[in-house]
């Protein structure tokens, strides 16, 4: 196993957004906002792992050169906000665009997943669900990115007050028997 932090990053209102468009708008609408809010990723150290369809899946691990991940995580997302401003801004989107972000650090499996005719390089585990539903709770408390408690107590000394946290207190998560203390970027 690895040491990781797992971003998962979703657009908030992509249904109502994606009914009004032909297939061909979707998918150039989708390339573009894509190509927008992605380069952060990729210069704060951290590696996409997916897309899957409007989502993204990236990785920060020092096995992939990012020695502070969690850190790196919660840098990237919060230059993937203003990147995301920016593509708002500059008409490319079919309206107002939304997203969500979860960030959570721990141990990942990695490896290749499928069959002979179909393998995928994939990472698993409690991290990448918990990362994922921590995206999905954004929806539910009207807020951007949420962190886990783990990954903000480990990014928040090398952020050094760059980046302000707020207590969103313990909450359940879907599929979780006990309580999880998250916190969202202010």
């Known amino acids: 196993a690895m040491e990781a932090a797992v971003m998962f990053c979703d657009i908030r209102n992509f249904t109502p957004l994606s009914e009004k468009m032909s297939a061909s708008d979707l998918i150039d609408f989708l390339n573009s906002y894509f190509h927008y809010i992605t380069p952060p990723i990729a210069l704060h150290k951290g590696v996409i792992n997916k897309f899957m369809g409007d989502a993204v899946m990236a990785i920060y691990t020092p096995l992939l050169g990012s020695d502070d991940y969690a850190a790196d995580a919660v840098r990237a997302a919060v230059a993937m906000r203003k990147a995301l ?42 991290t990448v669900n918990i990362a994922s ?32 946290f707020e207590p969103l207190g313990k909450l359940a998560l879907k599929g979780k028997s006990e309580t999880m203390e998250l916190y969202k970027v202010a």
Do not use: C, Q, W
């Open 85 to 126: 401003a920016e593509f708002n801004a500059s008409g490319k989107a079919p309206g107002r665009v939304d997203f969500g972000i979860g960030v959570h650090a721990g141990k990942l499996v990695a490896g290749n997943v499928g069959t002979s005719v179909r393998l995928e390089y994939t990472f698993i585990g409690d």
């Open 133 to 164: 539903r921590l995206e999905s709770k954004t929806k539910e408390l009207n807020t951007d990115i949420i962190v886990s408690a783990v990954a903000m107590e480990m990014a928040h000394g090398s952020l050094a007050g760059s980046v302000a």
